[in-house]
């Protein structure tokens, strides 16, 4: 299936400017789809405070899309970014234009980052070498992913998104995030869609698959340590909110302990003038804001009213006068109701406008009053504006306790109340002034949850009333003087951050372990890539070899083993269960040493036990492991000891090859060296032997031939008959030395052929003359049929004699008696020459022809009458390979047998070398 890329890629020049503008509009659409998809999965995948993905894979995308398509592809990589930023769950309190510049960013960070990768790696880089691959992500995921996070960064900075405390961590986990995107992502979109495709398209599953895995592995485990770190910061909050719910808690009870010291003081002293009364509570509330006001409010009959007045004034009030408060919603009192008029009140300067107020006005603490005179019990009022407070939102809580007449108030007595000690206190003050210094990224409310309380909110802003559910926060109820409290502690920008951030740490590791992962797997499939190529330029053979060794390292199998400290394994990869046969589960019961060989488990214990101990930091050795079937399977470990944050051992890493095959393979190429070895003594031995048996051949020749042609006195016609044998015999076994020698030489490759132009008919009448002997003791009729003006051909003229005189003279041999041979010479199709060599012999049965060209192999025929070594083929097919041509066969039983082989045509001289040919030299005659 093609998809836009693709077809966009296909596009020519020549495609009209419309098509050209709607396939660029569908890529970018395509583009701007993916990009989203992978920004917003990346991004939902956050735990919240964060506001940056541990993994962002769209920015891996973005380089690789402009990497391939270039600058057209950025409008589809703003308008992803921007859906992405527009994202509900993402959106802060920024504007479209902050997110519209986040956009812009992004897709100025993919160019430059492939802008800095083309200078410095190359127009096409491949990333196939290390440095390579090192300059490219250090380009791209290294410099140009500081762009992305510096300007979002400073984008949500200045809209209070993200506070200036945590712009820091926010910007490194953003660069972070699309490093990693980078390094994990680019490489697997590259393969996927990367130029030129010859180079990528072979590393789609060995890059592809890997990163793919990778990178949602790491998204998983980035999202679980965030987890965590949720859960420790969340931890931290509630211990915090904890301390801080019980200091404010105990600072609310200061007021009742208050309040108790001046109901004392007037119970005691109930006429108590101003100046003792202010000297009593001086150093109560000296500098704090624990106890905003302490007094009395004493009963007043009506008409006592004018006497109550002078009394004050007298007492250093001058200008005390009993009234009711007027504010909104205050009580309009009966004339003939006795006052609770404020008659003592401390500090002066902070209440004085609270003097002489008649509290029963105020109708928020009616019922607080009604219940303390009734009850002898402190009773706090609901919150309400304080009399003494003029032009303030303030809140305060006034508690009343009733002094009586006759001291305490007996059961079942009515109450003779000489008035009411109260303490008065702004919740908000208190509370501020109770926070723990430490404290300051927490909030706090205070709220009166009594039935029917019109002045919930005591302390604290609006928004306590209706809390998000999402944030963070702890309540406490508090039982004050009657009525119902909750102290509520939050932290208004999250939870906090603590020190040694493990997510932070995570996606630090995380970068080093994709780095290193993306290197490995780019260098080797590359070098994979690059041998292939050359390979491919090479033989078949060479191609096949390096074919298996390149699929060997990218699919070598490694097995990992983490057990504890006893050798029980914890977690094993799948290449190690399936190598001994077990699943995960059931190799978590066993015990490595359950799996070993027991003559190998002596020495794991032995080294185990020093690992352990200290006395090596890892050991490597050859073992072997039982399979759960009973196999046998020689391993190389190497184990090392893993520590934790104190030091201790804690774990035991071992990396598992199995070695099996690579001592199969070693067994057998001790196996083939030793063949070779045989073979080249069978070769230097046959070629010395040759030798050897030759020079003496020669003399009993050359003496058999003086013998016959001695005529003092001449050999009988008797012994002319056994020196004829002689010599046939000699003959016969020279040709077989001289076979053998050539077969010899020819394995060594020790036979030069030298081509060069040479013409055909010499050659064809030479070959004929040489089997004429033959042919007339055969009595085989010969036939020579050539072509007009057929070319010279690129040949060795001495071995294409051997040759010819080779398959002309087994054509004759085995013939039947006055059967017929043709040589042919012809001119194919495609310019070359054929040569062929026919004959009307017995032919050859399928069988026969597959062992046709096996040395010394005559196909049955040794115990017939004819001579032979059956190596003549054999040395014909390999000098017509040297020669650059195939020998075939075309053989049925009783058809005849048709040796056929092509030769290369001599390139034409050129004109002058034509005409110095065909012009005689001086001092000849040209007939």
């Known amino acids: 299936m093609r998809d836009a890329s693709v077809q966009a890629a296909s596009i020519t020049p020549s495609a009209s400017p419309l098509r050209r503008w709607l396939v660029s509009l569908g890529l970018n659409a395509a583009i701007a789809g993916v990009y989203a998809a992978l920004g917003i ?10 506001g940056a993905a541990p993994v962002y894979p769209a920015a891996g995308l973005a380089a690789a899309a402009v990497l391939r398509w270039g600058p057209r592809v950025l409008p589809g990589i703003v308008v992803g970014s921007l859906a992405v930023n527009l994202l509900p769950e993402m959106r802060g309190s920024s504007t479209l234009t902050g997110y519209l510049i986040i956009a812009l960013a992004a897709a100025l960070q993919a160019w430059v980052g492939v802008w800095l990768a083309r200078r410095w790696v190359g127009p096409v880089p491949r990333l196939t070498e290390p440095r390579e691959v090192l300059r490219f992500y250090l380009a791209v995921a290294g410099l140009a992913c500081v762009i992305g996070p510096s300007v979002g960064v400073a984008v949500l900075s200045a809209s209070d998104t993200v506070s200036s405390g945590g712009a820091l961590s926010h910007w490194l986990a953003w660069w972070l995030g699309d490093a990693i995107g980078v390094m994990l992502v680019t490489p697997l979109a590259l393969s996927l869609f990367g130029q030129p495709r010859s180079h990528w398209a072979p590393r789609r599953l060995s ?10 592995l790491l998204i998983a485990a980035s999202y679980y340590v965030a987890l965590n770190e949720e859960a420790r910061r969340r931890h931290a909050f509630d211990l915090e909110a904890e301390a801080t719910l019980d200091v404010l808690s105990n600072a609310l009870l200061r007021p009742l302990t208050a309040l108790e010291a001046n109901h004392s003081l007037l119970t005691v002293a109930p006429s108590i003038g101003r100046a003792a009364f202010e000297r009593a509570h001086a150093e109560r509330l000296l500098g704090s804001a624990s106890v905003y006001a302490l007094g009395w409010s004493q009963r007043v009959p009506v008409t006592q009213r004018d006497a109550f007045e002078r009394a004050a004034r007298a007492d250093g009030y001058p200008s005390y006068h009993l009234h009711e408060r007027q504010r909104p919603g205050d009580l309009t009192l009966d004339p003939k109701e006795d006052l609770l008029a404020i008659r003592l009140i401390v500090p002066f300067a902070r209440n004085q406008n609270a003097l002489g107020v008649n509290v029963r006005s105020i109708p928020q603490a009616r019922a607080a009053q009604d219940l303390a005179i009734a009850t002898g019990l402190p009773y706090a009022a609901e919150g309400f504006p304080l009399s003494q407070d003029i032009g303030t939102r303030a809140v305060g809580v006034v508690i009343y306790r009733a002094v009586y007449q006759d001291g305490d108030r007996l059961a079942g007595d009515p109450p003779k109340v000489r008035g009411l000690a109260f303490a008065t206190l702004r919740p908000e003050a208190l509370l501020h002034e109770s926070m723990p210094p430490q404290s300051t990224h927490l909030d ?21 009333l209706a809390l998000p559910a999402a944030m963070p926060m702890r309540q406490q109820a508090v039982s004050f003087a009657g009525r119902q409290w909750e102290v509520v502690v939050y932290a208004p920008k999250g939870l906090p951050m603590l020190t040694g951030h493990a997510a932070l740490a995570f996606a630090l590791a995380g970068l080093v372990c994709t780095s290193l992962l993306g290197v490995l797997l780019l260098v080797v499939t590359g070098r994979a890539a690059r041998v292939a190529e050359l390979v491919e330029e090479r033989t078949q053979r060479l191609r096949e070899s390096e074919e298996r060794f390149r699929n060997i390292v990218e699919h070598a199998p490694i097995g990992v083993v983490f057990t504890d400290l006893n050798a029980k394994p914890q977690t094993v990869n799948p290449y190690f269960a399936q190598l001994v046969g077990y699943t995960e589960d059931e190799l978590r019961h066993l015990s490595i040493l359950k799996l070993t060989h027991p003559d190998d488990r002596a020495e794991d214990s032995r080294l185990g036990s020093s690992l352990i101990r200290g006395e090596i930091e890892r050991y490597s050795r050859i073992k072997r492991y039982m399979s759960k079937q009973g196999r046998l399977i020689p391993v190389r470990v190497w184990v090392s000891m893993l520590r934790d944050a104190q030091g201790e051992p804690f774990r035991l890493v071992g990396v598992v090859e199995d070695i099996g095959e690579r001592l199969r393979l070693e067994e057998l190429e001790r196996l083939h060296e030793t063949a070779e070895a045989a073979h080249r003594a069978k070769n230097e031995f046959l070629s010395r ?10 003399a009993m020749l050359g003496f058999s031939q003086l013998l016959e042609a001695d005529r003092d006195p001449p050999v009988s016609s008797r012994q002319r008959g056994w020196v004829q044998h002689i010599q046939q015999s000699g003959w016969h076994l020279l040709e077989m030395i001289n076979d053998a020698l050539d077969m010899s030489r020819l394995e060594a490759d020790d036979i030069r052929v030298d081509l060069s132009p040479q013409p055909l008919p010499p050659i064809l009448a030479d070959s004929l003359a040489m089997v004429e002997t033959q042919r007339q003791r055969r009595q085989v009729e010969v036939h020579l049929e050539t072509e007009d003006d057929l070319p010279q051909v690129m040949t060795d003229a001495t071995r294409l004699r051997q040759i010819l005189t080779n398959l002309l003279s087994n054509a004759i041999k085995y013939n039947r008696e006055g059967g017929q041979v043709w040589l042919r010479a012809t001119r194919t199709p495609v310019g070359s020459v054929a040569l062929s060599v026919t004959d009307t012999g017995a032919g050859l049965t399928e069988a026969q022809r597959a062992q046709l060209f096996q040395p010394f192999n005559r196909l049955g025929r040794e115990s017939g009458g004819i001579e032979g070594t059956g190596l003549g083929l054999v040395i014909t097919k390999r000098l017509v390979e040297r020669l650059g041509g195939q020998l075939e066969v075309v053989s049925a039983p009783g058809q005849g047998s048709s040796f056929r082989f092509e030769l290369s045509p001599a390139p034409p001289l050129p004109a002058a070398a034509q005409r110095s040919a065909s012009e005689p030299e001086p001092g000849t005659h040209q007939a």
């Open 207 to 216: 890059v592809a698959v890997p990163m793919l895995l990778a990178c949602g």
């Open 444 to 464: 706090f409310c205070l709220l009166d949850r009594t039935p029917q309380t019109r002045q919930v909110l005591l302390a604290g802003d609006d928004r306590c």
């Open 41 to 50: 999965g990346a991004l939902l995948a956050i735990v919240p405070p964060d």
């Open 689 to 698: 032997m040759s030798h050897e048996l030759r020079t003496p051949l020669n």
